[in-house]
């Protein structure tokens, strides 16, 4: 069903609704409170008529004066003792005879139908002759008063049935000219999609907030999905680039072992040599770029443990230290701090930064760790070349190389650094970066008090 229409529909049926309860709230209320008066004038009438009798000592032609000279211009009175027995009836038209109810010891009044006449009755226990206790039932016939109701009735109907064919033709108006504009937009959106490329979608004019916020959030969608793409395609054509050097280095040295490798030996190792190596460099990029995609799609699994992050540190100083002979140096207090994360990924986190600065310094590494508040800071810092200032930003990009040449001599493939974005944001660690150019760089890790056992 379409919006449009559920709006006509929904908010027709709520005001037919509310009209139908309005309306059926004022008959009931007039008609009842035309009746009470109806009724209120027959008691003052049967009360006189009560007083009447007490002075008339109950004598029984005194009695039948004194109804006669009561009653009503259309209607009747009758006289009804505990038998149902009629003593006295004066009527206005033989038709009213049957008009007498049941004696009742209380008084009563009602409403009340009779062939085809509409009548008001109270019934009031009165003193009759010798003391008997009997009904003084006074009618009062009201057709005046039920036409009245019945025109009230149709009036009401017909003024419900009026208003609802009114009130769906200005809904359908207003329905129209509020979603006129969501049309538009609609269109503009549906032209978007027949085209290549994510264009924007320029706001309506005289538009509402509604509809501008929801063009913000279309444009905000478009621009996202542009730049995911340009990043798919820089990760493609980068992932290529890299994978090419390896790919034609492994091709060249294995054409020329092809052909001179029996004659020259030394030829053949060295061959197998730089194949070896491009080999290595090959599967650590994919091993990269597939750890990447794991992160992307949030299928690696986060094994939380607790550990000692000092002792963690300190290890793994001692271990980069031997293996490639640098000098790396960890200040703090011995206290141990412990955390609730990741340890293997905080490793690797660590490994990276530390194998940076190995690779950009000849100098010592210096790693300081101390608590702030509740917090606890690393600090890893080198005394090499330096990042310049407008690299800052882009340093945890895919494939993002501040000295392209250095950086493949290094082995590097540009993705080190946006690894370790993704490991820290996964693992609840903040990541700062200072660096001068010449003097060197310092890394600031911040791991938040909620990780911190």
Do not use: C
């Amino acid at each position: 069903m379409k919006l449009r229409t559920k709006i006509q529909m929904y908010t027709t049926m709520m005001i037919v609704i509310t009209l139908i309860i309005v309306n059926v709230f004022v008959y009931m209320t007039f008609k009842k409170n035309a009746i009470d008066s109806e009724v209120h004038q027959i008691e003052n009438r049967a009360v006189n008529i009560i007083k009447e009798l007490e002075k008339s000592q109950h004598h029984r032609g005194d009695n039948e004066r004194i109804i006669v000279n009561h009653l009503l211009s259309d209607g009747s009175i009758a006289i009804v003792d505990r038998d149902n027995k009629r003593k006295i009836q004066i009527m206005t038209n033989k038709n009213y005879e049957s008009l007498v109810s049941d004696y009742s010891n209380k008084q009563v009044d009602r409403y009340v139908e009779h062939k085809g006449h509409y009548f008001v009755m109270v019934s009031v226990p009165v003193l009759w002759e010798n003391d008997e206790t009997v009904n003084l039932q006074i009618y009062e016939n009201v057709d005046m008063k039920h036409e009245s109701f019945e025109t009230l009735k149709w009036i009401l109907i017909g003024s419900t049935v009026m208003l609802t064919l009114i009130i769906f033709i200005l809904n359908m108006i207003i329905t129209h000219n509020i979603l006129k504009p969501i049309h538009l937009l609609i269109d503009k959106m549906s032209n978007i999609n027949k085209t290549k490329g994510y264009r924007k979608v320029e706001k309506l004019e005289r538009s509402t907030k509604e509809l501008d916020d929801l063009t913000d959030t279309f444009n905000l969608m478009m621009q996202r999905l542009s730049e995911q793409e340009e990043k798919e395609q820089s990760f493609i054509a980068n992932a290529s680039h890299e994978l090419k050097t390896p790919i034609t280095v492994i091709h060249s040295y294995s054409k020329m072992l092809k052909r001179f490798g029996k004659q020259k030996p030394e030829l053949l190792d060295e061959g197998l040599d730089v194949i070896h190596e491009e080999s290595k460099r090959m599967k650590s990029l994919a091993d990269q770029m597939l750890q990447i995609t794991s992160f992307q799609q949030k299928k690696q699994q986060s094994e939380i443990e607790i550990f000692d992050v000092t002792q963690v540190l300190r290890q793994l100083s001692k271990k980069l230290t031997l293996a490639y002979e640098r000098k790396i140096v960890v200040n703090g207090k011995e206290t141990s701090k412990y955390i609730k994360t990741n340890k293997e990924q905080l490793i690797q986190l660590f490994t990276i930064f530390i194998d940076n600065a190995m690779k950009y310094s000849d100098e010592v590494i210096v790693i300081q760790i101390h608590s702030v508040n509740r917090a606890i800071k690393i600090q890893i810092s080198d005394k090499g070349e330096g990042i310049p200032e407008e690299s800052l930003n882009k340093i945890f990009d895919r494939f993002y190389r501040v000295d392209k040449a250095r950086t493949r001599q290094n082995g590097g493939s540009g993705l080190g650094l946006y690894i370790a974005k993704e490991i820290a944001q996964k693992n609840q660690v903040d990541i700062s970066m200072a660096s001068t150019v010449g003097e060197g760089t310092t890394i600031t890790l911040n791991i938040k008090e909620h990780v911190i056992e």
